[in-house]
């Protein structure tokens, strides 16, 4: 198994053409969404982990404020270029699987990577 | 850093002029970047970038009942939640009047330690250890050498032995379902606790290597900064105590708060805090340096060696403390797997609906505060202030004298530095940028 790409792990990460790319979290700017689309155009497989990424919440609350909330909180909005809603991952990019729950599913992930570990001819099922 | 700063005084350090960006620091919690100007060899402008996007949960809280808040909040954050949910669960308390039993603030005491050293053990095996080695990651540690199989098997051991205290003592080790207010809602069953302690005793020595490690580490960096903390009064304790400080005495946890100055940085998503209007640093170090000799007799009597270093104002003693910490909270655990029977009891309640509760504890990363104002058992008003909020300023204030005192190195190893620097502090830029507080105008 090659890791291509994670910062939580090493400095010296390449972005290329990847079998599977896991995405946890929810889009929250314009900046993300084109991280975002970039990493879906260079990946046969896009994994969403958690709920964040599989429905958006609980970042997304922001969604549902009301209008005296969003007006306290529209300055940073505006300041960092957010986008005026927060998206899930599948609002974005298309997703081939989702690994939902928060903490995600342990149980159902590993699962998902068994699967793609054959399906990519890393091990043999 | 001694031998760069002999290379740096061969060298034509006045000159320098350059721009560094570092677009996102790696092997820490969430995303920072960080932006330097050097122009003649000096430092004209740095920012310390926290760029992870807010999620507003001192608005999203409002109006949330009571019963539902230390879940929410401790969404901020994945790897130090439990440290959230149980500073939310003491400020929903002192709110409402509600007063846990000693079995309870056990279980507490034990899910922490549990969280501490899985927490710690993720920083430091994860994050620092590959900084000591040499190398870029832990994926590159080498199964057939000895040393290193040795510390790939000592990362799973010590992660699962604070894994499985949270999960007897919380139901999970992140998110753990079964701290609330007033008390617990599951207890450890009999196999829990063996498993506890058969892992705790297996993860020992991993803890002494850890601390031997960190203890021969030649990174420096000194900061006469001011080292704040919760101190329990007569143990080592990251739940109950006082605030104290290096150099102003002591601070009843309820007052905090009135110490902090809150500062914009307009740059980064998180904000800065300052105390009594100076910078400051939470975290193992500042404990390590406040309560050494509060800390587990066992422990002392194992790593008795470094603890003469303490009070350390060198900035990577925070990895050595963390190391002594994690041996300290399997120590603590063992003595009271040993001592204690824990037996189901109901959560205590009271029939109060409105008040004001600050919760402060001592999360891995340092002091956490909690502050919720309930009406009719709902969220009024809510904040939180987090560690890595209060070691901001700094960090950005050091790392300009790093990368004076370095300037000479190319981008590439100066930009090692800078990482391993910040590292060092072990920031958690999730927490930093949950909330939001501004005053741009």
Redesign the interface.
């Given at each position: 198994m090659d890791i291509r790409y994670a910062k939580a792990l090493r400095t010296k990460n390449i972005l290329d053409q990847l079998d599977v790319a896991f995405v946890e979290g929810a889009i929250s700017s314009q900046n993300q969404a084109e991280k975002l689309k970039k990493i879906r155009g260079l990946s046969t497989k896009l994994v969403a982990i958690g709920s964040c990424a599989v429905s958006g919440f609980p970042s997304a609350q922001r969604n549902l404020f009301d209008q005296a909330t969003l007006s306290e909180i529209k300055p940073i909005l505006e300041r960092f270029s957010y986008t005026p809603k927060v998206l899930k991952v599948d609002e974005v990019v298309k997703v081939d699987v989702y690994v939902a729950g928060c903490p995600m599913d342990e149980k159902k992930f590993l699962e998902v990577l068994d699967t793609l570990l054959v399906e990519f001819n890393v091990i043999v099922g | 850093m001694s031998e760069l700063l002999a290379h740096r005084s061969k060298s034509n350090m006045h000159n320098s002029s350059f721009d560094l960006t570092l677009d996102?620091i790696?092997?820490?919690?969430g995303?920072a970047g960080l932006d330097v100007s050097v122009r003649g060899g000096k430092v004209v402008d740095l920012r310390l970038k926290l760029s992870e996007?807010?999620?507003?949960?001192t608005?999203?809280v409002?109006g949330k009942s009571v019963p539902a808040v230390p879940q929410?909040l401790a969404?901020i954050c994945?790897t130090c939640s439990n440290a959230h949910i149980l500073c939310s669960i003491e400020a929903c308390e002192k709110a409402l009047g509600i007063v846990p039993s000693a079995q309870t603030m056990i279980m507490r005491r034990l899910a922490i330690n549990g969280l501490m050293i899985r927490d710690h053990g993720l920083h430091l095996y994860?994050f620092a250890l590959?900084d000591l080695l040499g190398k870029?990651?832990?994926?590159?540690l080498d199964e057939n050498n000895p040393k290193e199989k040795q510390f790939l098997e000592d990362t799973f051991c010590v992660k699962k032995a604070g894994n499985m205290l949270s999960v007897a003592f919380g139901g999970?080790s992140?998110?753990a379902p079964y701290l609330t207010i007033g008390g617990f809602l599951k207890f450890p069953s009999a196999d829990d606790l063996t498993g506890c302690k058969n892992f705790l005793i297996k993860a020992r020595p991993a803890a002494q290597r850890l601390v031997k490690l960190f203890s021969d580490s030649q990174f420096k960096f000194y900061d006469q900064t001011n080292f704040v903390g919760l101190i329990g009064e007569n143990r080592y304790d990251f739940l109950e105590g006082k605030i104290k400080t290096s150099k102003d005495g002591v601070i009843e946890e309820a007052n905090f708060r009135q110490h902090l100055e809150h500062q914009v940085i307009?740059y980064s998503?998180a904000s800065g805090y300052k105390f009594k209007r100076e910078t400051y640093m939470v975290g193992a170090l500042a404990r390590v340096n406040l309560a050494k000799e509060k800390l587990n007799e066992n422990t002392i009597k194992n790593v008795g060696y470094v603890l003469s270093r303490f009070p350390s104002t060198n900035v990577f003693d925070n990895n050595l403390a963390q190391a002594i910490e994690i041996l300290h909270c399997i120590d603590d655990s063992l003595l009271l797997l040993g001592s204690n029977q824990f037996n189901p009891e109901k959560p205590a309640s009271t029939q109060k609906k409105d008040g004001v509760g600050v919760g402060v504890i001592e999360a891995p990363r340092g002091t956490l505060y909690h502050m919720l104002e309930i009406k009719d058992n709902k969220v009024a008003r809510a904040e939180i202030i987090v560690p890595t909020g209060q070691n901001q300023i700094s960090i950005e204030k050091n790392l300009v004298r790093l990368v004076e005192e370095n300037i000479d190195l190319d981008k590439e190893q100066l930009s090692?530095e800078i990482?391993k620097f910040v590292r060092a502090y072990d920031p958690c830029i999730s927490c930093a940028t949950h909330f939001?507080k501004?005053n741009?105008h």
């Open positions: - | 996102q790696t092997k820490i919690e995303a996007y807010k999620r507003f949960y608005q999203g409002r929410l969404r994945g994860v590959p870029d990651s832990i994926l590159e999970r992140v998110h307009p998503q090692h990482e939001l501004i741009f």
